[in-house]
């Protein structure tokens, strides 16, 4: 149990920033203006441009750096909004990502936000629960048009970004009070409970649950109207449910593994039946982002 939602070690900690000053540099998110001149961030703790390209490609070579020439792009439109998983990790991923954004988010408590609870997910052979359940998922149905984030929300925790969760402590999320006192900014959904009653010691989901859990964040994710451009901060076999499902060519079909900090972009939209009505979602001209070439 100590070992409930780890915190992101130091090799993590300084990807994520390397990996935010390459966006920034790409112009894809917002200028971070508490660098110094020595290579300090303004709270006293490494910005990551102490560590070169060279140094970063070798350390990211698992995960698409090939080499270390950096591959310069003109400016591209900026992230609107960061979509986080609740795990420690994941919010301090991207606080080193996204730390303009952290400053400027206005906190507030999602309430007319839907996340299908990750308890919903679960494998499980109960009656109660599943009759639970689904009853979630209709008021979330239900809910979804009026669900939109204000605009001035710049960072959304949302439950249905986490990782595959159950019998693993690591997968354990810490209490929402705790979440909040580090992370103050941040707008917590609000079926978030203080305490992570979706995991369970004894059952962990399937790949069917993650890729439900999937879904319906996409479907939330359409009704944000506030927000073109969002960049979601997840985890490894949440980003190969997804990309596996929805384009599996991109991980020739199964062959590739997401690695840490890489990046993928792509167009989410949704789809309509012959009457004009939703039939699902899909994610078109998605590609791996390359920071370095040869």
């Not at 998922?137 to 925790?157: F, G, I, M, S, T």
């Not at 009704?223 to 980003?239: L, P, S």
Request: net charge negative; charged share 20%.
């Amino acid at each position: 149990p100590r070992y409930t939602a780890p915190p992101l070690i130091r090799q993590g900690d300084m990807q994520a920033r390397v990996l935010g000053e390459l966006l920034r540099k790409r112009g894809v998110i917002m200028e971070d203006d508490t660098h110094g001149g020595d290579g300090m961030m303004s709270n006293g703790g490494y910005d990551g441009m102490d560590v070169d390209d060279t140094n970063c490609a070798r350390s990211n070579s698992n995960s698409g750096g090939s080499n270390n020439h950096y591959h310069h792009h003109p400016p591209q439109q900026q992230i609107d909004l960061v979509v986080c998983s609740p795990l420690t990790r994941c919010l301090q991923t991207s606080s080193h990502i996204f730390p303009s954004y952290f400053r400027e988010s206005c906190a507030g408590t999602a309430s007319n936000a839907t996340h299908s609870s990750s308890s919903g997910q679960q494998p499980t052979t109960s009656t109660t629960i599943k009759a639970h359940d689904k009853r979630k998922e209709e008021d979330n149905n239900d809910a979804l048009h009026d669900n939109v984030l204000d605009r001035n929300c710049r960072v959304c925790c949302h439950g249905d970004a986490r990782e595959a969760y159950g019998m693993h402590y690591p997968d354990k999320r810490s209490p929402l009070t705790r979440l909040k006192s580090i992370f103050p900014t941040v707008t917590y959904h609000h079926l978030l409970t203080e305490n992570d009653t979706d995991w369970q010691p004894s059952v962990r989901e399937t790949h069917h649950d993650v890729l439900r859990r999937i879904q319906n964040l996409f479907h939330w994710l359409l009704h944000q109207n506030n927000h073109d451009n969002i960049a979601i901060v997840t985890h490894g076999v949440w980003m190969e449910c997804a990309l596996l499902h929805y384009c599996p060519e991109v991980l020739e079909f199964g062959k590739m593994r997401v690695y840490n900090c890489d990046v993928y972009c792509g167009t989410l939209v949704g789809l309509l039946d012959d009457n004009g009505i939703g039939s699902g979602v899909a994610l078109r001209d998605v590609k791996k982002v390359q920071f370095y070439q040869a």
